[in-house]
């Protein structure tokens, strides 16, 4: 997958470097990484950690780049499937606290899509339960929930109930229909 975030584009999957083709310099960067939309050299200030693949990108109003996947672990903390990113450092914002559960048995949570329309973000893939920053409450929400962002907490009035994982998640411009 493919985002931009301010002059930065961010490409993102299941790798664990990246070659200058002009050069073939690799650099072990694993699962992430961004490229100057001017020069298209590799911005090495944006070296972020992961500990597992990267499924989905967006970028957040405010210029942040929210980044979910099948990970547990971004730059040495505990991220399980969804983190907020600085897209100039790689640094985590540690004021979004959100946080994803899957209480089945032998299910591991994976975000496989994102999608921002106004105030929200929705967010779909494998999972069972969703907890905001406000919140030290999880909500249940299978499979696909929604954060609004301007207070970066869970919606509870939009927790779906999908009897299996999302590959896709697409709203309406008004935010009322998925």
Wanted: proline share 3%; no cysteine.
């Amino acid at each position: 997958m493919i985002q931009q975030v301010g002059n930065t584009v961010f490409t993102a999957g299941d790798f664990k470097y990246v070659e200058n083709a002009d050069t073939g310099e690799k650099v072990q960067q694993s699962y992430i990484a961004g490229y100057d939309v001017n020069t298209g050299e590799l911005v090495r200030t944006f070296m972020p950690t992961f500990n597992g693949q990267i499924k989905a990108l967006a970028a957040l109003p405010g210029g942040k780049l929210v980044v979910g996947g099948e990970f547990t672990q971004v730059n040495g903390e505990a991220h399980n499937g969804i983190v907020v990113l600085d897209p100039a450092t790689g640094a985590i914002d540690p004021s979004y606290k959100w946080n994803l559960e899957s209480r089945n048995a032998n299910t591991d949570v994976s975000i496989r899509s994102f999608d921002v329309q106004g105030n929200y973000l929705y967010i779909g893939g494998k999972f069972t339960h969703v907890k905001g920053s406000t919140s030290d409450t999880y909500a249940y929400s299978k499979n696909a929930a929604r954060f609004t962002l301007n207070n970066k907490s869970v919606d509870w009035n939009w927790r779906p109930n999908f009897n299996g994982s999302l590959t896709g998640i697409s709203a309406n411009e008004a935010g009322t229909d998925v």
